[in-house]
């Protein structure tokens, strides 16, 4: 009997001692109710001693929290039906306030999370959601942020858009508006390209009507890059100053032409020239013969039968 009362009161002390001796990690803190009261020291990390059966200590970690947010189903403000889903980074810290204001913190924080991503997507554009998600991110962590931080002692550190999915309908329909806003720009671009090409070759050719000699060395560099092809052929450019040179010569011998005399009309000889007509621009009717040139009268101009 005495060996079983030794053993008995044994296996009671370890227990006692077990539930007043509680170690609380680095990461933790330790928050005691003391028969149903908050003591109002916060438990440092460490070996902590209570009272048994008078205190119950509920340990808080202090580390981030990674959470997930489930994929919400939410209207844009310009009524397109998306998913999103997010991920929460946030930490206790308080940890009085995330034991006693609350009764499941993760649960509570979660719940808020998902009402303030639809809340937050019904607010913003498509456009805005893809392009500007930092925007959309700070959004998200002051709307958590305001119910979690004061009230419960949560902090949230960082909210992150993973997931926008679109429906297939939207995705072809933004495939061909991104390709006709890439199209457009090509077409500009192309047409900037050939409004500065024409201003440069302008001015080159101004250039070139100055010098003349600019030109001609021109017409040498496109032989010399023509006959480095190796071709068999050498197409050899025409100067357009030689067109202009046979241009004036044929103007000036247009000049300088006999006019023709109508039929059954003698030519006129030239007042004061000495010079009698030519044979070729007689009539062909009626050809001149030597007799007539003898039995002309002479003229004012002195002229003596031959």
Not at 163 to 175: C, F, I, Q
Not at 220 to 249: C, G, H, I, W, Y
Not at 267 to 275: I, K, R
Request: hydrophobic share 45%.
């Amino acid at each position: 009997m005495t060996v079983v009362i030794i053993v008995v009161i044994i296996v009671i002390a370890a227990l006692l001692l077990g539930s007043s001796v509680r170690l609380v990690q680095q990461y933790e803190r330790g928050v005691v109710l003391r028969f149903g009261r908050l003591l109002p020291a916060v438990r440092e990390p460490g070996l902590q001693l209570l009272i048994p059966v008078a205190d119950r200590m509920t340990k808080v970690s202090q580390q981030t929290i990674v959470m997930g947010i489930p994929a919400q189903n939410a209207i844009t403000r310009d009524n397109v039906t998306l998913t999103v889903d997010a991920v929460v980074y946030f930490r206790v810290v308080d940890p009085v306030k995330a034991v006693i204001n609350v009764e499941n913190y993760m649960l509570a924080t979660s719940q808020v999370a998902q009402t303030s991503l639809r809340s937050v997507i019904g607010r913003a554009d498509l456009d805005t959601l893809l392009s500007d998600r930092e925007q959309i991110n700070n959004e998200l962590k002051a709307v958590i942020d305001a119910p979690t931080e004061e009230p419960w002692g949560l902090h949230i550190e960082r909210v992150e858009v993973k997931d926008v999915a679109l429906p297939e309908g939207m995705k072809r329909s933004m495939s061909r508006q991104a390709e006709a806003e890439r199209e457009r720009r090509a077409r500009v671009i192309a047409a900037d390209g050939e409004f500065q090409a024409s201003t440069k070759l302008a001015q080159a050719a101004r250039v070139m009507a100055d010098t003349p000699s600019a030109m001609q060395l021109r017409l040498l560099q496109t032989v010399v890059d023509v006959a480095a092809e190796k071709n068999s052929t050498l197409v050899m450019p025409f100067p357009v100053e030689l067109l202009r040179f046979f241009e004036k010569a044929t103007a000036t011998g247009d000049a300088d032409a006999p006019t023709k005399i109508p039929d059954g009309q003698l030519p006129q000889a030239v007042p004061n020239s000495g010079v009698l007509p030519d044979e070729d621009v007689l009539p062909d009717s009626e050809p001149m013969l030597e007799s007539d040139v003898l039995d002309a009268p002479q003229s004012a101009s002195g002229l003596s039968p031959l």
